[in-house]
């Protein structure tokens, strides 16, 4: 079982050198007083925590599993103590609110935290993620009075949160769901209803779990435009704000999974259980959908958290395994054989793992960054520009990231050869609980349509090109500086090409609206390959002024060397595949799939 | 959990239309006596018996797993019962010696009832194939007293077989093996040693296990030319065939796996067991190697098959899950949402998984035809054949797994959230297949055995007459009408290999690492230009009036060779860019640097 060391010296570099950390922080309102001695001291205490706290857990959460019983759901052996112990440490109120006990901390480094504790353990990382979600959505869209009500506790971690969204019959497609919300004479509501797929529903880590649900009002329009959205707690808060009366809502049973396994994933029962109106009546899905960037982010950033963990798992048993020669000679002439590093293919794995954990670190930070700015910048325009372009890069962060996590996951399982299918060693439980990353917070199809129908398409191009603006002032920044020279080459032809691939499916896709969707999966890998190549490129710009023997900053751009000879080209492939065009998809009836 | 329906019709298209193998086997005086009419009854009662009895036990062995208790190893309920019905039916003795009570059945039919049996269960699969490979490598090897005592018992089932090569130090390197086998005055040998990972080691399907092992007598040189292989009984067989006593082999412990929890994977124990030298002394691994061929290509069936089960169950969760509407307008207007299979999207999934599995089963038809006119045939066909088994089966079991696993997590992928549940059976397909990318020699050696044993070694002998087969075939196929479309691309896409092979040979001539660095991309372009192939040729037998599949049938199979050209084909852009960059960006790297 890999013993996870967070990886600091790559989060500084990412967050100080590359991304300027700290020019960022002083550009947000009510931010700027994040000193770099704080963020050095939260780094060094999440990893601690993560180290230490968490990363023992991980291998009897995914033994034990979640226990379900008519009393409620059991976490598994050590997982309540761990969460007390971060309660008591002041993380739940990381990057909440001040005006409710929070500490107001940018999100952009809650969640470097975040990256650690999912890295150690995911499934205990899923019940504070998505309870501080819930926080994030109360705190700007429920009204004053709700705010009151729940956001200290939430704050200060004693209660939790779900988001419960899908039904039995309805997953991507929200519009026709079912539950209902019955208004009640003193303004509350009744909801009836049940939800499925609900993470952390249910639990015995928190004193409280405050729901929000997806419902409809009776006399609501059909389709999504008549979905609001409801506080429903477990518990209803007395006349102190303590918890009082049991609320109608009862976990039903709890889903056997491939993986995540300590993590409650709940079928939620809603009977007529007591619920407030959160935002405005029939625009739940809009507060639901200003979550849904960061939450998409954040299962991004589980993508990456896991292939960084299988990457020190994979490592470590590569410097250590014995087996075979070295085809250049012995190079552990003492030994029976040599370690499995020397192996070309063995590196080929451990350097794709390499490259995109690190490239996505750098990608994923920076997105945060932008959501940042786009809550917090005291700039409107900055604002407005950060959002636009933050939800360019969200569906692709979340379904590159975790594609490319779930391909990394399996190599670093194959470099332990027999012993990777083997639980004791842990490398199986990684993809195991990877495996999730593509399918729930929209399912990489639905990031794919997202990115290129609502978000390329829907904007006319407008929201792509303010990327490929970026990359190309860039690239022209560094123009002329030789080292630098084969990866700015090859970012701007791509960075060109993007655009002209962008047009060509553009104006089939007004000829056959079909086109959007068969383009789109191959069009947000290839999109993937793209944005990891730029924060690569300027990885290599901030490692070329650093000092030259230092082996990090070497190793950086041997690591940048690779992701363009050998990851990079992929992008050729996708591009061929999706300018094919939609007709090879299309053609063949339903009923000929199989016969 | 939907049942599984063996694929018939496509069996049938794939060694009829395609291959013509009635006049093949007719051709050969070993198999003469196979008509068409033979085979497809086979095929038929392997259909009936894999969907019967095999599949319905997949699920339960998933959940239920296998037991150990104090040395006693216990199969999951049904699995005694199950493993005699299979037995009885005649199923292990299919391409067995005659002499022995075996069927000599060609490769090309017995692989179709491999590919039911694990398309319906692996787990189960394993106990049976394990015990025909084990039983081939002592017909080709041990004396005729050995032979007559062990082979009609394994033939028919009553006992199992099982291979036992690795020790918990020597997986992929057996050089370093450390098990003994001392002589005794009576010829046979005293063996001791612990062996890992051995599949069916113990368990309570039949009376008795015959296990092969490799040992190393005393005075053996180092390293892989001392190793000799023994077959070592769990029970004595006394000289009449009837059980004697218990031989000292134990099994220790079984391990927990990522999937394939049914099948038994053991640690054994041999304490000074009674063993008998099969083939000469030193000479064990060319024992093994004999054998290594069928089991290569029966772990490549093992990722056909999951991913033929993926697709059939993801095609119709497609078919009947309702999500959204078709881009271009409702198709199924009087419910709430249309079938998902309407999406261009969900259509690329599935798509992919039976452009995959089709050629996939294709591949596998023709590998095993080389085994059988390597084994039946004669004069220069028979060598000719025995080459293309070299060359192509390590092509087979790591393409075939690689795709297979591709197939399954796409399967997974098409139902959304219900694919994480265990309930629905696809994550068991994901994790059963996946250790097949690593048994039998990882994909990364099968990659190195193919580019450096198979292609360099011989400067390219056996790949140049595969291209020339291929070329030839197109240029035969040129005068069938609306061939064009798929001749272009697999000429394309010879000459591609042609001029990497040119290139990775090249280099290798200067650089020991080359073909390290190029083996995986290269294995994987071998792949998909066989894949062309392979739907060139049934394109060809639709094409030319081959087919007695039926309008339908044969419009499919134009259709999803369409996809497979315009949409998967383009994969080797990329895996071409990526062996043309050499080995520099994989070898430069400090093995400190790497974190």
Excluded at chain 1, 250 to 273: L, Q, R, Y
Excluded at chain 1, 406 to 434: K, P, T
Aim: hydrophobic content about 40%; glycine content about 10%; some cysteine.
């Amino acid at each position: 079982m890999p013993q996870y060391k967070a990886p600091l010296r790559d989060i500084n570099f990412v967050l100080k050198n590359v991304l300027n950390c700290n020019e960022h922080f002083a550009s947000l309102a009510g931010r700027e007083q994040v000193g770099e001695d704080l963020v050095d001291a939260i780094i060094a205490e999440g990893a601690k925590f993560a180290e230490n706290v968490l990363s023992p857990l991980n291998q009897v959460g995914d033994q034990e599993g979640c226990v379900w019983s008519e009393e409620g759901v059991k976490t598994p052996t050590g997982f309540k103590e761990a969460y007390e112990q971060f309660a008591e440490g002041g993380w739940p109120s990381m990057t909440a609110d001040p005006k409710f006990g929070g500490q107001g901390l940018p999100n952009s480094l809650g969640l470097v935290v975040s990256e650690m504790t999912s890295s150690a353990c995911w499934s205990w990382g899923m019940y504070t993620g998505l309870s501080q979600s819930a926080a994030r959505l109360l705190e700007n869209y429920a009204a004053e009075d709700l705010q009151q009500t729940y956001l200290p506790k939430m704050t200060d971690g004693t209660w939790g949160g779900t988001m419960c969204l899908t039904e039995p019959h309805c997953g991507s497609d929200l519009g026709i769901l079912r539950t209902k919300a019955e208004s009640a004479a003193d303004g509350s509501y009744k909801v009836t209803g049940t939800k499925i797929f609900i993470s952390g529903g249910e639990h015995d880590m928190m004193e409280n779990i405050i729901h929000l649900v997806l419902a409809r009002i009776e006399g609501a329009p059909e389709g999504t435009k008549g979905i609001s959205l409801f506080l429903v707690p477990k518990f209803l808060p007395d006349a102190d704000g303590n918890v009082g009366e049991r609320n109608g809502v009862s976990c039903g049973s709890i889903e056997h999974k491939m993986g995540i396994k300590a993590s409650a994933t709940c079928v939620m029962n809603f009977d007529g259980a007591t619920g407030f109106l959160v935002g405005e009546e029939n625009r739940g899905l809009n507060a639901m959908f200003h979550m849904m960037n960061s939450a998409r982010l954040g299962t991004a950033l589980q993508g990456l958290s896991a292939g960084e963990a299988s990457f020190q798992g994979a490592l470590a048993y590569a410097t250590e395994r014995l087996q075979m020669r070295s085809l250049t000679g012995p190079k552990n002439p003492d030994g029976p054989a040599d370690p499995l590093i020397v192996h070309p293919d063995v590196r080929r794995m451990l350097l794709t793992q390499k490259a995109l954990a690190e490239g996505s670190r750098a990608f994923i930070y920076w997105v945060s960054q932008l959501i940042d700015v786009s809550y917090f910048s005291g700039d409107e325009q900055a604002r407005k520009d950060a959002e636009n372009l933050s939800e360019l890069l969200t569906p692709i962060a979340k379904a590159f990231v975790t594609e490319t996590g779930l391909e990394s996951a399996n190599y670093g399982m194959q470099v332990f050869g027999g012993h990777g299918y083997i639980s004791e060693w842990g490398m199986e439980q990684i993809v195991r609980d990877l495996r999730i990353s593509t399918l729930y917070e929209g399912t990489t199809g639905i990031q794919a349509l997202d990115l290129l129908g609502r978000k390329v398409m829907g904007s006319g191009g407008k929201q792509l090109m303010v990327f490929t603006k970026i990359i190309h002032d860039f690239c022209k920044a560094n123009e002329g500086k030789e080292e630098m020279a084969p990866f700015i080459s090859k970012l701007a032809e791509l960075n060109k090409e993007w655009g002209d691939v962008t047009m060509k499916i553009g104006e089939k896709a007004m000829e056959n609206p079909d086109e959007v969707g068969a383009a789109s999966v191959d069009y947000l890998m290839y999109s993937g390959y793209i944005s990891l190549a730029y924060m690569w490129a300027r990885m290599v710009a901030v490692a070329l002024e650093g000092d030259r023997d230092d082996e990090f900053l070497k190793a950086k751009l041997q690591t940048a060397n690779f992701y363009f000879q050998r990851l990079l080209p992929r992008t050729e492939s996708h591009k061929l595949s999706m300018l094919n065009g939609a007709e090879s998809l299309m053609a063949m009836p339903a009923e000929a799939f199989a016969f | 959990m939907p049942e599984y329906k063996a694929p018939l019709r496509d069996m049938q298209f794939v060694l009829h239309d395609v291959f013509k193998a009635e006049a093949l086997w007719q051709g050969m005086p070993a198999t003469e006596e196979v008509n068409r009419e033979l085979a497809d009854a086979i095929l038929e009662e392997s259909a009936k018996i894999n969907e019967g009895l095999i599949a319905p036990l997949s699920q339960s062995g998933h959940e239920e797993g296998v037991h150990w208790n104090e040395g006693v190893v216990t199969t999951p309920k049904g699995y005694p019962e199950a493993f005699r019905q299979l037995a009885e039916g005649g199923w292990g003795g299919l391409s067995g010696a005659p002499e022995y009570g075996g069927q000599t059945m060609p490769k090309m039919l017995v692989l179709l009832f491999e590919e039911m049996l694990y398309s319906s269960n692996i787990a189960m699969g394993l106990y049976l194939t394990l015990t025909s490979g084990a039983a081939l490598a002592i017909d080709s090897h041990a004396s005729d007293e050995l032979k007559q005592k062990y082979l009609p018992n394994m033939y028919s089932g009553k006992w199992t077989g099982a291979m036992c090569l690795t020790e918990s130090h020597a997986g992929t390197d057996l050089g370093m093996i450390r098990t003994k086998a001392v002589p005794n005055a009576n010829g046979s040998y005293d063996i001791s040693g612990t062996k890992i990972f051995i599949t069916g080691g113990d368990h309570d399907l039949t009376e008795n296990v015959i296990h092969l092992v490799l040992a190393k007598l005393p005075d053996a040189p180092a390293g892989s030319k001392g190793i000799s292989l023994f077959l070592v009984p769990k029970v004595k067989v006394n000289d009449d065939g009837s059980l004697g006593e218990a031989n000292g082999v134990h099994c220790g412990s079984i391990e927990h796996k990522m999937g394939i929890n049914a099948s038994a994977t053991c640690v054994m124990n041999f304490d000074n067991a009674e063993g008998y030298l099969v083939g000469e002394i030193n000479r064990g691994l060319q024992g093994m190697f004999t054998m290594m061929n069928y089991e290569r290509l029966s772990v490549g069936i093992q990722g056909l098959s999951a991913a033929q089960t993926a697709y059939q169950w993801s095609c119709e969760y497609a078919r009947e899950r309702l999500q959204s509407r078709a881009p271009t307008g409702p198709v199924n207007k009087d419910a709430a949402a249309d079938p998902i299979i309407v999406h261009p999207d969900v259509r690329r999934m599935l798509l992919t998984q039976k452009a995959l599995v089709e050629a996939g089963r294709a591949f596998a038809v023709y590998v095993g035809k080389q085994l059988d006119v390597s084994k039946f045939g004669d004069g220069e066909a028979k060598a000719r054949a025995a080459g293309m088994v070299e060359l192509l089966t390590p092509v087979a079991k790591a393409f075939l797994t690689d795709k297979g696993f591709e197939g399954t997590v796409l399967g997974q992928q098409v139902y959304g959230g219900h694919g994480y549940i265990r309930e629905w059976g696809m994550e068991q397909l994901v994790r059963d297949v996946r250790i097949a990318q690593i048994y039998e020699g990882t994909n990364g050696i099968q990659a190195m055995d193919l580019m450096g044993r198979k292609v360099a070694a011989n400067r390219a002998q056996n790949m140049q007459a595969l291209l020339g087969e291929i070329r030839d075939f197109a240029q035969s196929a040129d005068s069938v009408a609306g061939m064009e479309e798929f001749l272009t691309p697999l000429r394309d896409a010879v000459d591609n290999l042609e001029s990497l092979t040119e290139y990775v040979l090249g280099e290798a001539a200067s650089d020991a690492n080359a073909i390290g660095a190029a083996a995986n991309d290269y294995l994987h372009v071998v792949g998909f230009t066989l894949y062309m192939y392979m739907w060139a040729m049934m394109c060809r037998a639709v094409l030319s009036g081959d087919s007695q599949q039926g309008e339908a049938f044969a419009t499919a199979k134009l259709q999803t060779a369409r996809y497979f050209v315009q949409r998967l084909l383009p994969q080797t852009a990329a895996l071409s860019q990526s062996i043309r960059s050499g080995s520099a960006s994989l070898m430069d790297v400090a093995e400190d640097a790497f974190v």
